[in-house]
């Protein structure tokens, strides 16, 4: 090549027209190319879901009666269904939702109203952070230490797991939803005479809900799924019980046992199981962005 | 006079914060709290997994990290393969991600019109919200026959004969295995990777960009010398946060690594992650015993793993997106 290179892959345009425009060529050719490999590399990934969601589909709308949300979990065999799992979930996510989100707000408030350039700040958000991509697994090993150790599983040790999980989700939105409050507002509660939690709950609050809510919702979908801390907390259970002190059924688990199995029936049950939570899983993923999006 | 006048209003309002004095010295107390709260979980769950692990730590000393048998018998208990395939299938399943990322990273930002950025936006991102399991199933009935009957006999085939290759493309053709976990793994980890090269490709101010345009630079030259360079630490900071994502992550690799405890320089042979075997054996383990305590200290040893992959991630991720911010 008799063009100069500049560094950082540029060159310099060559005196020589011939070799200028073969130089020409060439770029525009590898920019062609790179180009080609990114659209096939957004293709990949959009097949991939295409693919998953056409799976689920697929082997699970051929088991989806009526009988999978009012019978029980049953030997193979019986025509059992997944009523025992899916309330299960539904308590376990629902009372970790309802311990994880006023924690997680109140420390994404912390965060943004009280610490925002304190040392003990900055250590809290860097863990809750770092807790954010922890792997669940490790949070069930937690909770199995502290809560189930000697105790027993319990659903309300699955629902514990579940909110400690839930907690560095809704820490980020809620932070990052408060500090986009202009503090002219805060200010203007102030000068007013509000004390400052009143400007916080009644002002920022109020002006962050949607962005909140969103935090509250994605948090919830994403330990909707969660299986791993369920399998050292609230265990399962093949029983009809809603007691908190006992072991609990779920709808991961239940697809955890039932994809294993060698039994036919067992397995369309888990492909039930799968399509619903996945996309209960996406519809909130969905909501919570359709809700978030006038905002911006 | 007009002092009266102003002093009127003020001396309300003096009294209104006394009366809410409690309230705010309650609610910020409650604040703190919480903020601590989220110290204390992390120090609870580093000290209550060394604690459980301890046992083992005492048993087996600091040759629990290379001692590779898995002996539930004889009860002899080693981290050195969980730990390796662990890291082997994280390492490639990010080999396999980055590009990936990148090129989805790179089409949303220079290349989309924005009615396609944001619907293929989103749907990258759903990507990441497929729970785990999902992953696991799908990659044991979806891509497990796949890689079964086309892919691992066609690569072991055409690699024969080629030194290294042929031994690290190598293992019965079962579709399970390690290099299976790790492309699952790269599929679960790429949303995390190309959300964070958008976001930060995003901070590149557009006067950079547009000299170079300007200059007759293509895309690719724009995005290779402009783009690049100026995002550097927080694309390694993304990648980071792929790879503390790929460490732990459980069900997805249960279904498809095959799960035996042995050591292979063969990718299409089984393996086990230390989440794959923690979730597995867990239900086998008797309260108290030293399997168990061997699997806490397996958890323990990944929970160390992943805090300073994660921790390395935050810091490299934190200095541009505070520039970008002011910019």
New interface residues.
């Given amino acids: 090549m008799s063009a100069t290179t500049i560094g950082g892959g540029m060159t310099a345009p060559a005196r020589d027209p011939r070799v200028a425009g073969l130089l020409s060529r060439r770029r525009q050719r590898a920019n062609l190319a790179v180009k080609a490999l990114c659209i096939a590399a957004t293709v990949v990934g959009l097949v991939v879901l295409a693919s998953i969601l056409f799976t689920l589909i697929r082997l699970g709308i051929g088991g989806l009666r009526l009988s999978v949300f009012t019978r029980m979990t049953m030997p193979a065999g019986d025509n059992g269904g997944l009523l025992n799992p899916i309330v299960g979930s539904l308590i376990q996510t629902g009372i970790g939702t309802l311990i994880g989100t006023p924690i997680g707000i109140m420390v994404g408030t912390y965060l943004s109203e009280y610490a925002r350039n304190s040392v003990l700040g900055n250590a809290v958000r860097f863990v809750s952070d770092v807790l954010l991509s922890a792997p669940s697994i490790l949070i069930g090993l937690f909770i199995y230490q502290v809560f189930v150790n000697g105790r027993g599983y319990s659903g309300i040790a699955g629902a514990l797991s579940l909110a400690v999980i839930m907690i560095p989700i809704v820490v980020r939105t809620t932070e990052d939803m408060l500090r986009l409050i202009p503090t002219a507002l805060r200010e203007a509660a102030v000068a007013l005479g509000a004390p400052k939690w009143k400007a916080i709950v009644l002002i920022c609050y109020r002006a962050a809900l949607d962005g909140i809510a969103t935090g509250v919702l994605l948090a919830i979908a994403r330990v909707a799924g969660e299986t791993a801390p369920l399998l050292f907390t609230s265990l399962g259970n093949d029983n009809w019980s809603i007691d908190l002190t006992k072991p609990m059924a779920s709808l991961p688990l239940a697809i955890y046992k039932y994809a294993g199995s060698p039994a036919d029936d067992w397995v369309q049950l888990a492909w039930v199981g799968a399509m619903l939570i996945t996309f209960g899983v996406l519809a909130l993923n969905i909501i919570a962005r359709v809700a978030i999006r006038p905002r911006r | 006079m007009s002092q009266t006048v102003i002093a009127g209003p003020i001396a309300?309002?003096r009294s209104?914060?006394n009366?809410?004095?409690f309230?705010?010295k309650?609610?910020?107390a409650?604040?703190?709290s919480?903020?601590?709260?989220?110290?204390v979980?992390?120090g609870?769950?580093i000290v209550?997994?060394f604690?459980?692990g301890l046992p083992s730590f005492r048993a087996f000393g600091i040759g629990f990290l290379w001692q590779s048998d898995w002996d539930p018998v004889q009860e002899i208990y080693g981290a050195a393969v969980p730990i390796f395939g662990t890291i082997v299938t994280s390492v490639l399943a990010l080999i396999l991600a980055v590009?990936?990322?990148?090129?989805?990273a790179?089409?949303?930002t220079e290349?989309?019109p924005p009615t396609v950025r944001r619907i293929?936006g989103?749907?990258?991102?759903?990507?990441a919200?497929?729970?785990?399991?999902?992953?696991?199933?799908?990659g044991?009935?979806?891509i497990v026959p796949l890689m079964a009957t086309y892919i691992e006999p066609h690569v072991i085939d055409t690699l024969d004969g080629i030194p290294v290759l042929e031994n690290l493309f190598a293992g019965p053709p079962f579709g399970t295995g390690l290099f299976t976990a790790a492309l699952i793994l790269a599929?679960m980890v790429?949303?995390f990777i190309?959300a964070t090269m958008r976001d930060v490709f995003l901070t590149v101010p557009a006067v950079y960009k547009e000299s170079a345009y300007g200059?007759?630079?293509?895309?690719?030259?724009v995005?290779?010398?402009v783009v690049l360079?100026y995002t550097r630490t927080s694309v390694v900071g993304g990648i980071m946060?792929g790879l503390?994502?790929a460490?732990?992550?459980?069900?997805a690799v249960t279904?498809v690594i095959g799960n035996t405890n042995r050591i292979t320089a063969n990718l299409f042979g089984s393996g086990n992650t230390i989440?794959s075997l923690?979730?597995l054996e867990?239900?086998e383990s008797q309260?108290g015993s030293l399997k168990l305590s061997s699997?806490?200290a397996l958890?323990f040893i990944?929970?160390v793993i992943?805090?300073i992959v994660?921790?390395i991630?935050?810091l490299l991720l934190r200095p541009r997106a505070a520039a970008g911010a002011k910019a």
């Fill in positions: 309300a309002a209104k914060p009366s809410g004095a309230g705010d309650l609610f910020a409650v604040a703190v919480a903020g601590v709260l989220v110290l979980i992390l609870a769950i209550s997994l604690i459980g590009p990936l990322a990148f090129g989805i790179f089409y949303l290349l989309a293929v989103t749907a990258i991102e759903l990507l919200a497929v729970p785990s399991i999902i992953y696991g199933m799908w044991f009935f979806v599929v790429i949303p190309a200059v007759g630079c293509t895309t690719w030259e995005v290779r010398s360079p946060l503390g994502r460490l732990g992550e459980t069900m279904f989440a923690v979730a867990f239900g309260n699997l806490l958890g990944l929970f992943s805090f994660l921790a991630s935050r």
